[in-house]
Protein backbone atom coordinates (compact mmCIF):
# COMPACT_ATOMS: atom_id res chain seq x y z
CA UNK A 1 0.00 0.00 0.00
CA UNK A 2 2.30 2.47 0.96
CA UNK A 3 4.43 1.79 -2.48
CA UNK A 4 1.62 2.31 -4.16
CA UNK A 5 0.88 5.61 -2.67
CA UNK A 6 4.55 7.13 -3.20
CA UNK A 7 4.29 6.22 -6.61
CA UNK A 8 1.53 7.84 -6.96
CA UNK A 9 2.66 11.09 -5.66
CA UNK A 10 6.04 10.80 -8.00
CA UNK A 11 3.64 10.39 -11.08
CA UNK A 12 2.04 13.25 -10.01
CA UNK A 13 4.73 15.33 -9.68
CA UNK A 14 5.77 14.47 -13.12
CA UNK A 15 2.53 15.93 -14.66
CA UNK A 16 2.53 19.04 -12.29
CA UNK A 17 6.05 19.20 -14.03
CA UNK A 18 3.86 20.73 -16.82
CA UNK A 19 2.94 23.54 -14.35
CA UNK A 20 6.88 24.07 -13.47
CA UNK A 21 7.67 23.99 -17.06
CA UNK A 22 5.26 26.64 -18.03
CA UNK A 23 5.62 28.93 -15.31
CA UNK A 24 9.37 30.94 -13.88
CA UNK A 25 10.76 28.50 -11.51
CA UNK A 26 11.97 29.44 -7.66
CA UNK A 27 13.68 26.79 -5.72
CA UNK A 28 15.22 26.91 -2.24
CA UNK A 29 15.89 24.66 1.19
CA UNK A 30 14.49 25.11 4.63
CA UNK A 31 14.42 23.39 7.86
CA UNK A 32 10.78 22.19 9.00
CA UNK A 33 9.24 21.37 12.51
CA UNK A 34 6.79 18.17 12.00
CA UNK A 35 4.09 16.80 14.52
CA UNK A 36 1.44 13.83 14.58
CA UNK A 37 -0.67 14.65 17.80
CA UNK A 38 -2.80 11.61 17.40
CA UNK A 39 -2.91 8.41 15.93
CA UNK A 40 -2.83 4.58 17.46
CA UNK A 41 -5.90 2.38 18.21
CA UNK A 42 -8.42 0.55 20.62
CA UNK A 43 -9.00 -2.88 20.49
CA UNK A 44 -12.01 -4.95 22.70
CA UNK A 45 -12.34 -8.60 22.82
CA UNK A 46 -14.83 -10.59 25.02
CA UNK A 47 -13.98 -14.60 25.28
CA UNK A 48 -16.39 -17.46 26.11
CA UNK A 49 -15.58 -16.71 30.03
CA UNK A 50 -16.77 -13.34 29.78
CA UNK A 51 -13.75 -12.01 30.04
CA UNK A 52 -12.73 -8.68 28.23
CA UNK A 53 -9.40 -7.64 27.10
CA UNK A 54 -8.27 -4.06 25.73
CA UNK A 55 -5.41 -2.96 24.11
CA UNK A 56 -4.79 0.70 23.52
CA UNK A 57 -2.12 1.60 22.00
CA UNK A 58 -1.07 5.91 21.87
CA UNK A 59 1.26 6.99 19.04
CA UNK A 60 2.15 10.60 18.52
CA UNK A 61 5.51 12.05 17.25
CA UNK A 62 7.41 15.29 16.33
CA UNK A 63 10.40 16.27 15.55
CA UNK A 64 12.65 18.30 12.45
CA UNK A 65 14.02 17.46 9.25
CA UNK A 66 15.53 19.79 6.41
CA UNK A 67 13.81 19.83 2.84
CA UNK A 68 14.63 21.20 -1.00
CA UNK A 69 11.60 23.02 -2.58
CA UNK A 70 10.64 24.16 -6.16
CA UNK A 71 8.00 26.63 -7.21
CA UNK A 72 6.07 27.70 -10.15
CA UNK A 73 3.25 30.03 -9.80
CA UNK A 74 0.84 27.85 -8.24
CA UNK A 75 2.48 25.03 -7.89
CA UNK A 76 5.10 24.19 -4.86
CA UNK A 77 6.58 20.78 -4.82
CA UNK A 78 9.41 19.75 -1.92
CA UNK A 79 11.43 16.49 -0.91
CA UNK A 80 12.86 16.08 2.28
CA UNK A 81 13.93 14.26 5.61
CA UNK A 82 12.79 13.87 8.91
CA UNK A 83 13.66 12.51 12.31
CA UNK A 84 10.55 12.19 15.03
CA UNK A 85 10.28 10.94 18.38
CA UNK A 86 7.38 10.52 20.39
CA UNK A 87 5.79 9.21 24.01
CA UNK A 88 4.15 6.17 23.29
CA UNK A 89 1.45 4.52 25.46
CA UNK A 90 0.36 0.85 25.57
CA UNK A 91 -2.36 -0.19 27.91
CA UNK A 92 -3.36 -3.62 28.06
CA UNK A 93 -6.60 -4.41 30.90
CA UNK A 94 -8.59 -7.47 31.73
CA UNK A 95 -11.76 -7.08 32.86
CA UNK A 96 -13.94 -10.03 34.47
CA UNK A 97 -16.73 -7.95 35.57
CA UNK A 98 -16.11 -7.67 38.73
CA UNK A 99 -12.13 -6.60 38.84
CA UNK A 100 -9.93 -4.84 36.25
CA UNK A 101 -5.77 -5.95 35.73
CA UNK A 102 -3.79 -3.30 34.26
CA UNK A 103 -0.90 -3.48 32.74
CA UNK A 104 0.71 -0.01 31.41
CA UNK A 105 3.84 0.63 28.96
CA UNK A 106 5.52 4.11 28.10
CA UNK A 107 7.03 3.94 24.65
CA UNK A 108 10.17 6.10 23.09
CA UNK A 109 9.94 5.95 19.92
CA UNK A 110 11.99 7.11 16.95
CA UNK A 111 11.00 7.07 13.26
CA UNK A 112 13.17 8.57 10.52
CA UNK A 113 12.58 8.72 6.80
CA UNK A 114 12.10 11.31 4.04
CA UNK A 115 8.60 13.18 3.36
CA UNK A 116 7.32 14.51 -0.14
CA UNK A 117 4.80 17.18 -0.82
CA UNK A 118 2.58 18.65 -3.58
CA UNK A 119 0.85 21.52 -3.02
CA UNK A 120 -1.33 23.90 -5.00
CA UNK A 121 -0.73 27.36 -3.93
CA UNK A 122 -2.63 31.18 -4.49
CA UNK A 123 -0.30 34.25 -4.73
CA UNK A 124 -1.44 37.54 -3.18
CA UNK A 125 1.07 40.26 -2.96
CA UNK A 126 0.42 42.42 -0.04
CA UNK A 127 3.19 44.60 -0.94
CA UNK A 128 6.27 44.82 -3.28
CA UNK A 129 8.12 42.60 -0.74
CA UNK A 130 5.17 40.55 0.94
CA UNK A 131 3.69 37.70 -0.50
CA UNK A 132 0.80 35.44 1.05
CA UNK A 133 -0.55 32.32 -0.34
CA UNK A 134 -2.80 29.76 0.66
CA UNK A 135 -1.74 26.23 0.11
CA UNK A 136 -3.70 23.08 0.32
CA UNK A 137 -2.23 19.67 -1.19
CA UNK A 138 -0.88 16.54 0.07
CA UNK A 139 2.55 15.05 1.64
CA UNK A 140 3.55 11.80 2.24
CA UNK A 141 6.08 10.68 5.07
CA UNK A 142 7.95 7.33 3.96
CA UNK A 143 9.44 5.82 7.05
CA UNK A 144 12.82 4.10 6.36
CA UNK A 145 13.48 3.37 10.32
CA UNK A 146 11.30 2.63 13.45
CA UNK A 147 12.32 1.60 16.72
CA UNK A 148 10.94 1.68 20.75
CA UNK A 149 12.08 1.16 23.81
CA UNK A 150 9.09 0.05 26.23
CA UNK A 151 9.11 0.67 29.17
CA UNK A 152 6.71 -1.19 32.13
CA UNK A 153 5.26 0.65 34.87
CA UNK A 154 3.61 -0.13 37.89
CA UNK A 155 0.35 1.48 39.50
CA UNK A 156 3.06 4.18 41.06
CA UNK A 157 4.57 5.34 37.74
CA UNK A 158 8.10 2.86 39.23
CA UNK A 159 9.62 1.12 36.46
CA UNK A 160 9.12 -2.43 36.46
CA UNK A 161 10.74 -3.65 33.03
CA UNK A 162 11.77 -2.60 29.52
CA UNK A 163 11.89 -4.55 26.22
CA UNK A 164 13.56 -2.68 22.88
CA UNK A 165 11.94 -2.74 20.06
CA UNK A 166 13.43 -2.50 16.16
CA UNK A 167 10.06 -2.44 13.88
CA UNK A 168 10.90 -5.22 11.03
CA UNK A 169 8.88 -3.03 9.09
CA UNK A 170 9.10 0.58 9.46
CA UNK A 171 6.88 0.89 6.06
CA UNK A 172 4.02 0.21 8.19
CA UNK A 173 4.21 3.82 10.15
CA UNK A 174 4.17 5.63 6.50
CA UNK A 175 1.48 7.57 5.62
CA UNK A 176 -0.55 10.20 3.32
CA UNK A 177 -1.57 12.99 4.64
CA UNK A 178 -3.69 15.84 3.34
CA UNK A 179 -3.06 19.46 4.30
CA UNK A 180 -3.68 22.92 4.26
CA UNK A 181 -2.75 26.36 5.43
CA UNK A 182 -0.90 29.42 4.23
CA UNK A 183 2.61 30.68 3.34
CA UNK A 184 4.53 33.88 3.09
CA UNK A 185 7.49 35.24 1.32
CA UNK A 186 9.72 38.48 1.76
CA UNK A 187 11.97 39.25 -0.88
CA UNK A 188 15.14 39.80 0.81
CA UNK A 189 16.69 41.07 -2.50
CA UNK A 190 15.60 40.74 -6.42
CA UNK A 191 17.37 36.87 -6.58
CA UNK A 192 16.42 35.85 -2.55
CA UNK A 193 13.38 35.63 -0.32
CA UNK A 194 12.52 34.34 3.12
CA UNK A 195 10.01 31.76 3.24
CA UNK A 196 7.34 30.69 5.76
CA UNK A 197 4.54 28.32 5.75
CA UNK A 198 2.97 26.63 8.46
CA UNK A 199 -0.12 23.92 7.32
CA UNK A 200 -2.33 21.32 9.25
CA UNK A 201 -2.69 17.73 8.16
CA UNK A 202 -4.84 15.47 9.09
CA UNK A 203 -3.45 11.94 8.08
CA UNK A 204 -4.50 9.05 6.60
CA UNK A 205 -4.53 5.41 7.98
CA UNK A 206 -0.71 3.72 8.57
CA UNK A 207 -0.20 0.02 7.93
CA UNK A 208 0.05 -0.27 11.66
CA UNK A 209 -2.98 0.74 12.44
CA UNK A 210 -5.19 -0.63 9.21
CA UNK A 211 -4.16 -4.47 10.39
CA UNK A 212 -5.06 -3.68 13.55
CA UNK A 213 -8.87 -1.90 12.72
CA UNK A 214 -9.13 -5.29 10.32
CA UNK A 215 -9.03 -6.97 13.65
CA UNK A 216 -11.96 -5.17 14.94
CA UNK A 217 -9.85 -2.29 16.64
CA UNK A 218 -11.12 1.50 16.19
CA UNK A 219 -8.44 3.60 14.85
CA UNK A 220 -7.30 6.86 16.66
CA UNK A 221 -7.52 10.20 14.02
CA UNK A 222 -3.43 10.95 13.56
CA UNK A 223 -3.59 14.82 12.89
CA UNK A 224 -0.66 17.19 13.19
CA UNK A 225 1.54 20.71 11.71
CA UNK A 226 4.46 20.87 9.97
CA UNK A 227 6.00 24.81 10.55
CA UNK A 228 8.65 26.05 8.35
CA UNK A 229 11.46 28.21 7.32
CA UNK A 230 13.29 28.39 4.13
CA UNK A 231 15.78 30.51 1.86
CA UNK A 232 14.50 30.69 -1.54
CA UNK A 233 16.19 31.68 -4.97
CA UNK A 234 14.74 33.01 -8.51
Known amino acids: ?14 VVGGAFAQNP ?3 GVGTFFTSDFGGGFEHSITDDAD ?3 TTII ?28 GAWERTLSVDDGTDVLEERWDGNTNLTGLKISLMGK ?3 AISE ?9 FSYRAVLAASTLWIELDDDREEV ?55 GAS ?16
Open 1 to 14: MAKKILLGLVMAAF
Open 25 to 27: ITF
Open 51 to 53: LTT
Open 58 to 85: RSPNSGFGGLVFVDALFASMSVGFFTTS
Open 122 to 124: LPI
Open 129 to 137: SVTIFPMIG
Open 161 to 215: DREHQLHANPGDFSALWFRFGLGMDFNVSERTFLRGTFTYGMRFRNDFERHAIGD
Open 219 to 234: GRIGHGVDVMLGLGFR
